[in-house]
């Protein structure tokens, strides 16, 4: 399986460096979206718990419901399939339990879940689970039943983790350093997985609930076995992140704007040349001719457009430069805004917050803009297509090319033409498109 992966990330990636832990995050997320094939065919077993969940009508699916506590799917465990003589049973319990455990740390199920293996819930600088070993094998065979069916919510008292004396008349006579662990174990999950948000007392759901409204497919499934990584990565402290503001002279934006920017190259109705553009632009990996330069001595470092107006200049063409900062970029912002009037200050080569924050991220006051960020966008992958070409731009035919695309776009996605036809600073565009 893991030159399976290798295979397929290659070919996806070609020759591109990504960093491992952003290669199966999604893109809002400055992930690029490939399928991670171990949660795959995870997902892939648990659709077969679902299956016999739903009708116990072979033999495969009579041995496993059997193996489960009172005939409960959603509580068997890897200690309850004999790896010798169910192999194949065995390997489809060990991807449930990751489910069992991922589907607990979200929107407060872990109050309802089951407890007993379940890495929900661990004790130790080990994160130890709460196993057989925990509770004392013959304790836990005099106790089976009531420790399986054992929720964190059984546990407390409104909010007060019960006593031993409680525990006892619930017929679990724990000792004392049993006890303690157990509350310690199940502060931990609450420490760790409780927010503060009366919604997901409305969200929360048991394990047996979400296999029995599951259909076909395993996408549902896969979603949750990936959430852990999702919830747990943060773009705004992504080297990509802090290298573009780097590069263009800004500060990194909220996560929700990035949630955008990151993702734009993700939108289907865009060509596959644009959408390899922006996910180049957004990861700095751009052969911009100073980037270039440092790798091929044969690549001259100075900036194409500069270059064609005046051969001897000495000027860099880094990416600030080239799409922001140059003589001819300049003119040409000023002028597109101009030419199709828009409600936006045309700026100068100096830095300008308030313009900088919407030609780079969308952003219009506190909220960013899929409008602004797509047209922006498209400017600059007009403007690399004249740099590629070595050929200086004109107001024109730049103006040309981009509105034939972003005529092309709306057409195949006309929600997007609401989206600019809502934007206060740019919906004359359309005007143009007719």
Same mark, same amino acid.
């Given at each position: 399986?893991?030159?399976?992966?290798?295979?397929?990330?290659?070919?996806? %990636?070609?020759?591109?460096?990504?960093?491992?832990?952003?290669?199966?995050?999604?893109?809002?997320?400055?992930?690029?979206?490939?399928?991670?094939?171990?949660?795959?065919?995870?997902?892939?077993?648990?659709?077969?718990?679902?299956?016999?969940?739903?009708?116990?009508?072979?033999?495969?699916?009579?041995?496993?419901?059997?193996?489960?506590?009172?005939?409960?799917?959603?509580?068997?465990?890897?200690?309850?399939?004999?790896?010798?003589?169910?192999?194949?049973?065995?390997?489809?319990?060990?991807?449930?339990?990751? %489910? *069992?455990?991922?589907?607990?740390?979200?929107?407060?199920?872990?109050?309802?879940?089951?407890?007993?293996?379940?890495?929900?819930?661990?004790?130790?600088?080990?994160?130890?689970?709460?196993?057989?070993?925990?509770?004392?094998?013959?304790?836990?065979?005099?106790?089976?039943?009531?420790?399986?069916?054992? #929720?964190?919510?059984?546990?407390?008292?409104?909010?007060?983790?019960?006593?031993?004396?409680?525990?006892?008349?619930?017929? %679990?006579?724990?000792?004392?350093?049993?006890?303690?662990?157990?509350?310690?174990?199940?502060?931990?999950?609450?420490?760790?997985?409780?927010?503060?948000?009366?919604?997901?007392?409305?969200?929360?759901?048991?394990?047996?609930?979400?296999?029995?409204?599951?259909?076909?497919?395993?996408?549902?499934?896969?979603?949750?076995?990936?959430?852990?990584?999702?919830?747990?990565?943060?773009?705004?402290?992504?080297?990509?992140?802090?290298?573009?503001?780097?590069?263009?002279?800004?500060?990194?934006?909220?996560?929700?704007?990035?949630?955008?920017?990151?993702?734009?190259?993700?939108?289907?109705?865009?060509?596959?040349?644009? #959408?390899?553009?922006?996910?180049?632009?957004?990861?700095? *990996?751009?052969?911009?001719?100073?980037?270039?330069?440092?790798?091929?001595?044969?690549?001259?470092?100075?900036?194409?457009?500069?270059?064609?107006?005046?051969?001897?200049?000495?000027?860099?063409?880094?990416?600030?430069?080239?799409?922001?900062?140059?003589? *001819?970029?300049?003119?040409?912002?000023?002028? *597109?805004?101009?030419?199709? #009037?828009?409600?936006?200050?045309?700026?100068?080569?100096?830095?300008?917050?308030?313009?900088?924050?919407?030609?780079?991220?969308?952003?219009?006051?506190?909220?960013?803009?899929?409008? %602004?960020?797509?047209?922006?966008?498209?400017?600059?992958?007009?403007?690399?297509?004249?740099?590629? #070409?070595?050929?200086?731009?004109?107001?024109?035919?730049?103006?040309?090319?981009?509105?034939?695309?972003?005529?092309?776009?709306?057409?195949?996605?006309?929600?997007?033409?609401?989206?600019?036809?809502?934007?206060?600073?740019?919906?004359?565009?359309?005007?143009?498109?007719?």
């Amino acid at each position: 399986m893991t030159n399976l992966q290798k295979t397929i990330d290659g070919f996806a %990636l070609k020759n591109m460096r990504i960093a491992e832990n952003r290669l199966y995050l999604p893109p809002k997320l400055g992930g690029v979206g490939l399928i991670n094939l171990e949660n795959f065919l995870d997902a892939q077993r648990c659709s077969w718990i679902v299956r016999a969940n739903k009708n116990c009508i072979d033999n495969w699916r009579y041995d496993l419901t059997n193996l489960a506590p009172n005939a409960d799917l959603s509580r068997i465990r890897k200690s309850d399939v004999n790896t010798v003589r169910h192999p194949i049973l065995a390997n489809i319990v060990n991807s449930f339990c990751k %489910l *069992i455990g991922s589907h607990a740390k979200i929107n407060g199920n872990f109050w309802v879940a089951y407890m007993f293996e379940n890495d929900a819930f661990t004790w130790g600088e080990n994160d130890r689970l709460l196993d057989k070993n925990f509770f004392g094998r013959d304790f836990y065979e005099r106790h089976k039943e009531k420790i399986r069916g054992l #929720r964190l919510i059984d546990c407390y008292n409104n909010e007060n983790f019960k006593t031993q004396a409680e525990f006892a008349t619930m017929d %679990l006579p724990l000792q004392t350093n049993t006890w303690l662990l157990l509350r310690g174990a199940c502060r931990k999950a609450i420490r760790l997985y409780k927010k503060e948000d009366p919604l997901l007392d409305v969200k929360r759901e048991t394990l047996l609930a979400f296999l029995q409204k599951q259909k076909k497919g395993s996408k549902k499934i896969r979603k949750i076995l990936n959430l852990e990584a999702e919830n747990q990565s943060q773009p705004g402290t992504l080297r990509i992140v802090e290298s573009f503001a780097r590069i263009t002279e800004t500060t990194v934006p909220a996560e929700i704007v990035l949630n955008h920017t990151l993702s734009v190259w993700n939108i289907y109705c865009f060509t596959n040349d644009f #959408r390899e553009f922006l996910f180049k632009q957004r990861n700095n *990996i751009l052969g911009v001719g100073a980037r270039v330069a440092h790798f091929d001595d044969e690549v001259d470092e100075r900036c194409t457009f500069c270059r064609i107006l005046y051969p001897p200049t000495r000027t860099r063409e880094d990416f600030i430069h080239l799409f922001r900062t140059c003589p *001819i970029t300049v003119g040409l912002i000023q002028n *597109i805004i101009r030419l199709f #009037r828009l409600r936006i200050t045309a700026p100068g080569r100096e830095p300008d917050p308030n313009f900088d924050k919407i030609y780079w991220y969308g952003i219009d006051g506190n909220d960013s803009n899929l409008a %602004l960020i797509i047209f922006f966008d498209l400017f600059r992958y007009t403007l690399w297509k004249f740099k590629t #070409r070595r050929t200086l731009p004109r107001i024109k035919e730049l103006s040309e090319i981009l509105t034939a695309m972003l005529d092309t776009i709306i057409t195949i996605k006309p929600k997007l033409r609401a989206i600019f036809f809502n934007n206060r600073l740019i919906a004359n565009i359309l005007q143009a498109l007719g």
